[in-house]
Every structure is written in C-alpha cells, then in structure tokens.
C-alpha cells in the first residue's frame, strides 16, 4: 500500500517541474501564433479593399514543408472582415512591415511602411507568449 503512495509523490514532484527556463521559470513546451492587426480608416470609396498583404522585414514568420528546410516567409495575405483583418506572422515580431490593400481583383489601393510596436496578450517575458501589433491605414 505504500509504493502506490510513495509513487504517486514522486511523480507529482516530477510535474511541478525544476528551474530550467530563462531566470529559473518552468516553461511549458508551446508554440503561439503573434498577430497584426490592420484597421482601415476613412472612406475607401471605390473598388473597396479586400484584403491586405503584410511584407515584413526579415519575414513573416517561416514556411514550413515536408519536402524541404524552413524558409522565410516574405509575406502574408489576410482578408479584411469589415475594415479589420487579422495577420498571423507565426511566433516573429519584425520591426516593420510595408502593409498594402488590395481590391478584390488585386489592385493596390494603398501601400505604407509601418513600425510595428508589439504588445503581449499570453504568456510571459520570462517564457514567451503570444503578441499583438496594430496598425491603422487611412483612406488614400
């Protein structure tokens, strides 16, 4: 009757983890997806946007295949609900980025180089976490 007891105490120990993580912190093994998010401003007019492209300096994040190595992802195309989207750039947090809007058959309808000051949402400094940058696009 003891082992089952004694096991149970060492293997609770065992998950309440050791210091391993940066300062000391018990990092879980995750990965997060950090965001952009585009907001249109003003009166588009016509043809309305519909989506934007985000390139970002140094890439969006990586492309990842089975057949091959990790690349840099140059850029990400998301499209807009209303005058918002939501850009996913994996766990990156580049710099700046040069956001375009494009009307529904592609015409660029506007195009900025942005700096992109990123915000936690999760987790912590001390393990990482998802983050979010926004940034507004007035109409031309």
């Known amino acids: 009757m003891r082992t089952p007891l004694l096991l149970t105490a060492v293997l609770l120990a065992g998950c309440a983890g050791a ?11 995750i990965g997060w997806t950090n965001g952009l998010r585009v907001q249109l401003a003003g009166d588009w007019g016509e043809p309305a946007p519909a989506s934007v492209r985000v390139a970002c300096a140094g890439g969006c ?45 592609g015409t660029v309808l506007a195009e900025e ?10 987790g912590s400094a001390a393990c990482g976490g998802p983050m979010e940058a926004a940034v507004e696009v007035a109409a031309p």
């Open 61 to 105: 994040g990586q492309v990842v295949r089975e057949d091959a190595d990790p690349v840099p992802r140059a850029a990400v195309t998301a499209a807009l609900t209303g005058s918002t989207a939501g850009v996913p750039v994996d766990m990156t947090t580049p710099d700046s980025a040069v956001v375009t809007v494009l009307a529904a058959d």
């Open 19 to 29: 210091p391993g993580g940066p300062d000391g912190a018990v990092c879980p093994a």
């Open 113 to 122: 180089e942005r700096d992109l000051d990123w915000v936690r949402v999760g």
